[in-house]
């Protein structure tokens, strides 16, 4: 028989409960990811019992108040706290966002926040980038111009300006391309939604001078093909984008194009 | 080589509002790459680090994550916030001032009683956050005191109580120096001239709107 548990040191045991000390009326449960990798313990579930009355809206002034107010070994990664830096990406509720802009008022019940979906976890709700940003570096997502003149703009038309609406504003959070079935597969190769619209937003960009040779770099069975339009990730991202479309759009042109 | 706040090369004088340190970045920056470019030779090692300054470093590090105190770090770096956002915010008076400079000398005697929970070594963010407390509230201090001593208005620093600009006495820097919650102010001249004759200094106005 396949064995098809999980090993004995990555089942997520039962963690502490920390009591409400405030004496609210208004309290919810909030069940956080916990793992301590210099422990040499399993992962575990703590539970905080958070006083909503004297917490603002989004999910990280939970985070913060547990951090605060609660326990501050807590780790999790977060920055600027209006959805601009993509730090504060993880699972709240079942689905990936950012902590900073997902309302807890929308989760139902418990609260339950875990780090991005199929990552290497470094700490509690951080997750190890390490791979997804050397994916974008394979990309080589800066302008690419063989022209000699380093002394003058490289004009732009309005038209060919907008084509980069809806790739440029990605701010590479992680969580559409850790919503992606496909990529929690074959995540080592398949290149995944978030790196495969920066593909696109350089493909597309009308100064670029090696499109042809971006194209061809994707045009992969693994890096590109393992796209299945299962959307998790449009339906993930936090910023409204689409990268299942600009994947999509890139499929059309090697499908259409000489190359 | 110091560039940028660091520097303080009297390009904006007290006005550092808005994106005003973009200059340093760009001419002072540039500057100082040309010259670190003739000066440092490709490969050379870095300069062999003092032991005692590689110790201090370390015993610092050690002494706040071994910290064992019933204070956390929130619970201070909240005190020094509002301490800060009270008595020392854009608009300020000798009354504010004064209250702030011994009301955040009480949060710095905090750093004695400081706990940090988390002791691991890896994305030890209780531990970050208190090394930042470290270096703000020392940050604060000096700010406060600073402020407290520099009897007029300039740029940001408007004081109620001294409204007028006054080059007289305060056309020039505040060098503050910390040992502990103990600081010792004094003051260097504004640069008055500029590098080359290609553009003539610029004597301070009055910002009016």
Redo the contacts between chains.
């Keep these: 028989m396949v064995q098809i548990n999980l090993p004995e040191n990555s089942q997520v045991k039962k963690g502490k409960y920390f009591e409400d000390k405030t004496g609210s009326k208004n309290l919810r449960k909030v069940n956080v990811y916990r793992w301590?990798?210099?422990?040499g313990e399993n992962p575990r579930i703590d539970t905080y019992e958070v006083d909503m009355d004297n917490c603002p809206s989004k999910v990280l002034d939970i985070l913060n108040k547990i951090?605060?107010?609660i326990?501050?070994?807590i780790?999790?990664r977060r920055s600027c706290a209006h959805g601009v830096c993509g730090s504060c990406a993880m699972n709240m509720g079942g689905k990936n966002g950012l902590a900073c802009t997902t309302p807890h008022a929308e989760i139902d019940g418990d609260i339950d926040i875990y780090p991005l979906p199929h990552l290497k976890v470094?700490?509690?709700l951080?997750g190890d980038l390490d791979g997804l940003y050397k994916q974008y570096q394979s990309i080589e997502p800066w302008l690419k111009s063989k022209s000699e003149s380093k002394t003058q703009e490289i004009i732009q038309s309005k038209e060919d300006r907008a084509k980069l609406d809806g790739a440029y504003e990605c701010i590479m959070c992680a969580c559409c391309s850790t919503s992606c079935p496909s990529y929690w597969w074959n995540g080592d190769k398949y290149l995944g939604p978030a790196v495969l619209l920066q593909a696109y937003r350089w493909i597309v960009d009308s100064r670029d001078e090696e499109r042809q040779a971006r194209l061809k770099k994707v045009a992969d069975e693994l890096k590109l093909y393992r796209c299945h339009t299962i959307l998790n990730c449009t339906s993930a991202c936090p910023k409204g984008l689409n990268p299942a479309k600009a994947i999509a759009e890139i499929k059309k042109m090697l499908a259409t194009a000489n190359i | 080589m110091a560039i940028g706040e660091a520097a303080c090369v009297s390009v904006h004088g007290a006005n550092r509002l808005g994106s005003n340190s973009l200059i340093d970045l760009v001419v002072f920056g540039r500057a100082a790459a040309k010259r670190a470019a003739e000066l440092v030779k490709p490969g050379t090692p870095h300069e062999e680090i003092s032991e005692i300054e590689t110790q201090k470093c370390i015993d610092r590090f050690d002494k706040i994550r071994n910290a064992e105190g019933d204070t956390g770090t929130a619970e201070l770096r909240l005190a020094m916030q509002k301490t800060m956002q009270s008595k020392c915010a854009v608009f300020r008076t000798e009354k504010t001032l004064k209250e702030g400079v011994d009301e955040i000398r009480k949060t710095y005697d905090g750093l004695n009683s400081l706990s940090v929970k988390d002791k691991s070594l890896i994305f030890n963010t209780d531990l970050v956050e208190t090394l930042e407390f470290d270096n703000l509230i020392r940050q604060a201090v000096v700010t406060v005191d600073s402020a407290y001593n520099r009897k007029e208005s300039r740029g940001a620093h408007a004081r109620e109580d001294y409204p007028k600009r006054d080059d007289q006495k305060f056309m020039q820097h505040t060098l503050a120096w910390c040992d502990g919650k103990e600081t010792k102010i004094s003051y260097r001249e504004v640069h008055k001239s500029t590098l080359t004759n290609d553009v003539q200094y610029f004597p301070p106005q009055e910002r009016v709107y």
């Design positions: 301590d990798p210099s422990t951090k605060n107010e326990d501050p070994t780790a999790y470094k700490k509690d951080i």
